[in-house]
């Protein structure tokens, strides 16, 4: 979603209309900016493509139950997202 409607949706849901990359609600709806994507792809080095996917698992991992409010808990989500990514990005693609 582009990110005027993220920050709306991050204000009306979670009380904090700043922009943010991904919000995931327990039903299972994951929201990712790609914008926000591209700017911090820049920044940790990462293609754009690589980044919203990162977005994608960590939004999965919030449905899993992790969480990364606390810093060990934010060091935890960090670690397994990092090792799904890479194995997601090991995997040929079948065309």
Do not use: N
Request: charged residues 25%.
């Amino acid at each position: 979603m582009d990110e005027p409607e993220m920050v709306r949706l991050h204000g009306e849901f979670c009380g904090d209309a700043t922009s943010t990359d991904v919000i995931t609600f327990h039903h299972g709806e994951i929201f990712i900016c790609p914008a926000m994507a591209a700017e911090q792809g820049k920044r940790w080095q990462r293609e754009t493509g690589e980044e919203v996917l990162l977005y994608g698992i960590h939004g999965m991992l919030h449905l899993l139950g992790f969480d990364d409010h606390g810093s060990g808990d934010y060091q935890r989500m960090a670690r397994e997202q990092e090792r799904v990514l890479e194995r997601v990005l090991a995997q040929p693609l079948e065309t």
